[in-house]
């Protein structure tokens, strides 16, 4: 997907979950998905300098997020992890880790990018009445 297709993409994302109100919460669009997420605090995945991370795993995903940061870094750490989930960037390899590891040599910060600009696009909807 190009990067300036994202923004559409990401508001038709939340007209398919129904949410129609901003702000709305993030961890609910997260659990209409099926995906669990967790405090860093609880569960000690994450490294020292990454604010969050979404590990995938067959049909199952679990977010991890820096539970210590404020609550709009948190908010949009896990709009940005659940980026990564609709922009399916898990798809193009099994393990995404490996994945990432290899955009970060291949691509450097594409990856990355473009899970900003669906966390952006998410966060700060225009969203119209139809
Ligand atoms: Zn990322």
């Known amino acids: 997907m190009r990067n300036k297709d994202i923004p559409e993409y990401a508001l038709s994302v939340l007209r398919e979950h129904g949410i129609d109100t ?3 919460d993030v961890l609910e669009l997260a659990r209409g998905e099926g995906i669990k997420v967790y405090k860093n605090s ?12 979404i590990f995938c795993h067959n049909d199952k995903s679990i977010i991890v997020y820096d539970d210590t ?12 992890e659940l980026g990564h989930y609709f922009l399916k960037h898990r798809e193009e390899h099994e393990r995404f880790e490996r994945y990432l590891e290899l955009q970060r ?10 899970a900003d600009i669906f966390a952006q696009a998410i966060l700060n909807p225009k969203i119209t009445e139809e």
């Open 105 to 114: 040599i291949r691509h450097g910060r594409h990856v990355e990018r473009q």
């Open 69 to 80: 940061r404020t609550h709009s870094q948190k908010r949009f750490t896990v709009a940005h």
């Open 22 to 24: 901003v702000p709305f």
């Open 42 to 53: 609880d569960v000690r995945l994450l490294c020292p300098t990454e604010y969050g991370r």
